[in-house]
């Protein structure tokens, strides 16, 4: 593994230095921004029972599904589509050092994104300076909670990506392989759960409670840290870009 | 040996190979997925440790003697605000009584959710098994007993919105109720005309005070006095029951000792016309109450059919949750429960008067002959007229120690719990808590309850588009990075 921190600094590097990588950027904390305005003008108008963060955090599946796909669908495709794979294959690098390294630079960036919008509630304190007001904006335990939980979740979502992009030398194909893995993967148990099959399956039930990532987040943005989510993240990440790294092998 | 076949020999044997990775990882994933349900953790990061449990509760969950099945009845999807912030906090809270009860040796505390309407096959099942048909309720079930925890138990409301939750509290009282051992046992004196806990009467009846108490595991039995020497020794609590006719000074005795001796509990229910035989009794706990009628005056105590509205209460527990929310009790004829002027000096005694008239209330005391009724200041007493009075004692130890001792409530009418009246305004409520103090039920519990937060900014409409603005800087300083970066990617 020691050439995946060359690997690693390399990718970071592509990242920072594409133009695309910034239209992503700008358009997620557009998005975000827009999200977060609205819930600054709702509480205004109407009072809440919920913090503000937990709602924020509710919608983090918008960004997700498309920034997700965004930021991983070039990572393998691109490299296959113009044969710098196997060129790189014959390297002294091997395949789970290009898995991994790919991966690491787009969840390091992906979190950084997150990391912009802790500014929003600063920005708000400086414009508008009211005690309580920042008071619920930033409330602790939510607030890192919630990105906690990002940052978590964030792994397998990449790592999804990541597979997908492993899959295909289309870039677009490679994109949309990846939002729909992330839809059923995000929003399949609630879905399920809506159309009643879970209660038609009482024995599924328990197995998609522990799925739901609603119910993940749900915890976290209030202030609640269960190690269960940790494992499922993170061995489910594990899986996947192990996959990734058989996909890689038997490609190259 | 052709090289073809090797070729694909090898290539079947190398694509086995992957696959059988492929089944052992996913193997091992599950395997520390399964693992990690079983063996977790939580840690509040809330401020104030909103969802975390007491120490009251957590104690009672790790040593749990059955297994507690709660089933919950509110659905997620309702269109109403308070439902739905009912469900969430219910959800939350019960998921950390879950989570605790982990830690049990063999014993744990499942929850199930059921919308009644959409699930209509467990629904039939939950109404045979467990009487349970509506929606909105949250049972616990043990193999031993049931209870049903309604929403005005979880949430406490001012002005017709919620404002705490209470539900670790109820939630804790029915997991008690549904394991502990014993259940409490009330006694209903009979033999003198009391009010019948058999009877569906609306006057004289109490079935429906009756079925709450059941429905809440305690344990009901008739105590005729005439046939016992003393109360019961399981006796948590002796209810006289607005006698028509007189104790014998030997059964005025008995309770006399078992308020005195034994600590013991008792509520008393007289209305006007009616000599109870309890004089003695009253006198000893420093009450007395006169055989006059309570009149009313304020248009604002009174209901249109001419019945009473009580509407002031002391800072009681018993009291507390009607005066926050001005709910007022609603009684037919009364008389005065007011603290005895010969009564002896006792400093372990204590005389709480809990509920009376209005200042402009009077206590008349020619009510049975007169026809028409006016003030006489020599001879009747002035409002607001104590219609309720409770008499605590504390018993001393050799130590020195004030103990909780015996203790009276004595309400004036006994209409109050009558089947007609015990479920208008806030009789039933009243009623459940004497009962509920009385028998140390909720005392036990010092769980306060959740503020439910409310939130809103003031904002305005400048500060609104400042933010907003002020929310572009962070995209536009990254839009700038990119076209400097494109720039100079260019050149």
Known sequence: ?252 | MNPLSDFKKANFYHRLNRMVQIVLALTLILGINYTATRYYTRGDLSQDRTYSLSAETLAYLRHLNDDVKVIVTISGDSPRSEEQLLYRYTRDMLKEYHHNSRDNSGYHLTVEYVDIYQNLKRAEELSRTYGLDQPNLVLFASSKRQRIVTPSEILEFENRKPTAFRGEQAFTSALLEVTTESQPVIYFTVGHGEMRADSVDPIRGLTEIVRELQSRNILLKKLDLMQWSAVPEDADLVIVADPQGSFSPEEQEILRNYLSEKAGRLILFTSPGRDPGLKDLLQDWGLRSDDFLVLEQDGHYQENSGNFLIRQFADHPITESLLRNQTPLIIGACRPVMESKTAIADDRLARTPLMASSKISWAESTWQNATEYSFDPQADIVGPITVGMLAERSAASQLGINLPGGRLLVIGSGDLVANRRVSSYGNYTFTLNAINWMLNRNSLLAIPPRRIERIQFSLSGNDILHSGLGLLIVPAILAMFGVIVHLIRRN
């Open chain 1, 1 to 252: 593994m020691k050439h995946f921190v060359s690997l690693l600094l390399h990718e970071l590097r592509t990242l920072f230095i594409a133009p695309a990588t910034y239209t992503a950027a700008v358009l997620f904390l557009l998005l975000m921004g827009l999200i977060y305005h609205g819930l600054l003008r709702e509480y205004t108008l109407n009072e809440q029972e919920i913090a503000p963060v937990y709602l924020f955090f509710q919608l983090f599946w918008i960004p997700v599904l498309f920034m997700v796909p965004l930021l991983t669908m070039h990572s393998i495709a691109e490299e296959r589509r113009t044969g710098t794979l196997e060129t790189l294959m014959t390297t002294p690098v091997n395949a789970t050092e290009i898995v991994l390294s790919k991966f690491a630079a787009s969840w390091i960036f992906y979190c950084l994104l997150w990391l912009c919008t802790l500014s929003f509630p600063l920005i708000v304190h400086l414009c508008v300076g009211q005690a309580e007001v920042t008071h619920s904006l930033m409330e602790t335990g939510p607030l890192l909670g919630g990105y906690v939980f990002t940052f978590l979740s964030g792994t397998l979502f990449i790592a999804v990506g990541i597979f997908s992009s492993c899959l295909t030398r289309s870039q677009l194909v490679a994109g949309m392989l990846s939002f729909s893995i992330l839809f059923i993967l995000i929003l399949g148990p609630k879905l399920l759960q809506a159309q009643g099959i879970t209660t038609e399956l009482s024995w599924l039930q328990s197995s998609i409670d522990y799925l739901q990532i609603f119910t993940h987040l749900e915890d976290f943005s209030r202030g609640m840290i269960d190690t269960r989510p940790f494992f499922y993240y993170f061995s489910n990440a594990a899986l996947v870009l192990g996959v990734s790294i058989l996909v890689v092998e038997s490609k190259a």
